[in-house]
């Protein structure tokens, strides 16, 4: 049964257009509170309790208004956490003992978007049942709660501090960072106020930046997804590492003291490789259908399970559970890590590739030395919604003639983005040139096909 407003990460879309509107949002908070009250009701009757965090985008203030409106209605009590990355309102859910956790974001994306995902009471996104429930509920009328039963909110004015003290717990207490300069990209979004101070109480010298939010200036050519600054701030501060998140906090590059990047994919095979060497490494590791070839060789090599789920961190956690791994992520910069959080977390990620180069007293060059990255091209072409692409006769002729090409030494990926309207091109392989070219011709097949 198919979902009509989530996607794969929750309701996401251009902020004052469906179903991005104050209206819609306050139906959507008052549907999960009913759902929450008939599924998740205490025994005594009290009410159930929901966390609500945002980023920084300026919407954020008036789609949380509009969700602690829906939610109050239904009879559900409202904890505000302000601005706090996704991971952290995964945490504060559990800590605080909710029946669930919101979170206003749209990510990586531009400020004009945003975004609401939901967060189980133990601190997962929510089942696809649960999800179906919420939906159904949309279609019923708004009926408020007698007024003693409405809910109530209430600011937890400690949230910072809390998921600080939680993300240095991931970190051995027998270790420091003392000696380490880190220049430090909070995109200014969620991570602001806490990413430098997690590095500084470990003992880093922290050179933050992107950390003056402004409402609107979240992902604007700085964090993950634009890491020219970090990496050129790095070499200006003659910083040992650099590391950028994106607006939420749950996607992580990093680069070292030549500002080479260092992407999910390298990320993920240094903190296996690290835990294997330790007796850490539970089980293998699971990537997805965009993980690096290269990766996949270097982990053989180390005779390390892997496994491809696809693309979206809700896959890859399935994935994980499915096998009992504890280790998984994208080479987008998603890396989770089970035994540490129950969700994507960058801080938590980029500490325990830190633990790693501070057992090995290395870099991320030495640690990453015998691995290979194939060349890997992505284009996203924008398209109109339902763009039915796998069925044009001239994109998958396209697509087939670039796999006869590659022969084996490459692989060829076409699918629809699940947060923008995008097709997402990849091509990889050993030579760059060839692998370029088969990009831009199915890219440009698609393209002329989004213009019919």
């Not at 101070?197 to 200036?217: K, S, T, Y």
């Not at 994106?246 to 996607?251: I, Y």
Request: aromatic share 6%; glycine share 10%.
């Amino acid at each position: 049964m198919s979902k009509k407003y989530f996607g794969t990460d929750g309701v996401r879309g251009r902020v004052g257009e469906a179903p991005i509107t104050p209206d819609f949002v306050m139906r959507l908070g008052y549907a999960a509170g009913k759902v929450l009250v008939s599924e998740l009701s205490t025994e005594k009757g009290d009410h159930p309790a929901v966390v609500i965090g945002k980023d920084t985008r300026i919407s954020g203030y008036m789609l949380e208004s509009a969700l602690q409106a829906g939610l109050s209605a239904a009879g559900v009590d409202v904890l505000l956490l302000g601005p706090m990355p996704t991971p952290a309102i995964a945490y504060l859910t559990r800590a605080l003992r909710a029946q669930a956790g919101i979170v206003i974001s749209a990510s990586h994306n531009p400020f004009e978007d945003n975004g609401i995902k939901f967060f189980s009471a133990s601190g997962a996104k929510l089942p696809d049942h649960t999800e179906h429930a919420i939906e159904q509920e949309l279609e019923a009328p708004l009926i408020t709660m007698p007024s003693a039963r409405l809910g109530k909110a209430k600011r937890i004015n400690d949230a910072a501090g809390r998921y600080i003290e939680f993300c240095k717990s991931a970190f051995p207490n027998e270790l420091d960072l003392r000696g380490l300069k880190i220049v430090v990209d909070c995109a200014h979004g969620a991570t602001y106020h806490i990413a430098p101070h997690v590095f500084h109480e470990l003992g880093a010298e922290v050179v933050a930046i992107g950390n003056q939010p402004d409402g609107l200036n979240i992902n604007h050519e700085c964090g993950s997804t634009s890491p020219k600054k970090m990496q050129a701030a790095v070499r200006e501060h003659q910083a040992d590492i650099g590391v950028a998140f994106d607006g939420d906090g749950d996607r992580l590059i990093m680069a070292d003291s030549t500002g080479e990047l260092y992407d999910g994919d390298r990320l993920l095979y240094m903190i296996a490789k690290h835990r294997q060497q330790h007796g850490l490494l539970k089980g293998g590791l699971v990537g997805t259908l965009m993980t690096n070839l290269g990766m996949e060789h270097a982990l053989e090599k180390l005779a390390i399970p892997f496994a491809r789920a696809n693309v979206g961190d809700r896959h890859v956690l399935a994935l994980m559970q499915e096998r009992g791994w504890q280790l998984g992520g994208e080479n987008s910069g998603h890396i989770i890590c089970l035994d540490k959080h129950t969700t994507g977390d960058g801080i938590i990620a980029a500490l325990q590739v830190l633990q790693a180069l501070r057992v090995a007293h290395g870099t991320l060059a030495d640690y990453t030395r015998e691995m290979t990255v194939y060349p890997q091209i992505l284009i996203n072409v924008r398209v109109a919604k339902g763009c039915d692409f796998r069925n044009d006769a001239a994109v998958q002729s396209a697509l087939n003639e670039a796999q006869r090409d590659l022969d084996g030494s490459g692989r060829v990926l076409l699918r629809a983005s699940g947060t923008e309207p995008l097709v997402r091109v990849m091509v990889e392989g050993r030579v760059e040139e060839q692998v370029r070219r088969w990009a831009e011709t199915i890219a440009a097949a698609v393209r002329n096909l989004a213009e019919k």
